[in-house]
């Protein structure tokens, strides 16, 4: 596992604010959160994938967003730019642990580049009041025992450019 202040070396989010850096990762914040309108398909090859429409939330005036229960599309507010001998995984912060709210994590391939995109579940009962920029997941990287042949090429390459 890389500390906070080796991926604050490999700029793996360029200019991460002082709070984000931890001792084991970096904190992404929230940019956008959507609702799901349709279903997705996966079947066995690419070709038969199509991702659910989605209806992007808006944050009030001073950027709060109240969230029923239920399951949303996120979008990370920082740009990642994995090392290609360096794989991660994003965890939920314990705080949203603890207010009932959950982040299941994926595969961040050597050499992706983006503003990644997750999940967010929120369990509570009594919903949650999220802040637009708010910390919610800290990536956690891990040096491969080699570097792969070719980095990251998936669809989701440079997703989400501004």
């Known amino acids: 596992m890389l500390a ?10 360029a200019s991460p604010g002082a709070d984000q ?3 084991n990762g970096i904190d992404l914040s929230i940019d956008a959160i959507w609702r799901f309108v ?3 398909v996966l079947g066995a090859s690419s070709a038969d994938r ?5 209806e992007e939330l808006v944050f009030d005036a001073h950027g709060w967003l109240w969230l029923a229960p239920g399951t949303y599309g996120i979008r ?20 949203l642990l603890r207010m009932g709210l959950h982040v299941p994590t994926a595969v961040w391939d050597a050499g992706y580049a983006g503003r990644g995109e997750g999940l967010l579940l929120v369990t509570s009962p009594h919903g949650v009041r999220l802040q637009h920029g708010a910390r919610i997941v800290q990536l956690v990287l891990f040096r491969l025992s080699e570097a792969p042949g070719s980095g990251y ?9 501004r």
């Open 50 to 54: 199509r991702l659910p429409g989605r």
């Open 38 to 40: 349709d279903e997705g």
């Open 4 to 13: 906070g202040d080796e991926i604050r070396r490999l700029h793996v989010v």
């Open 76 to 95: 990370y507010a920082e740009w990642v730019e994995m090392p290609p001998d360096c794989g991660g995984l994003c965890f939920p912060r314990s705080t």
């Open 153 to 161: 090429a998936g669809r989701y390459q440079h997703e989400n450019r």
């Open 21 to 23: 850096v931890q001792p």
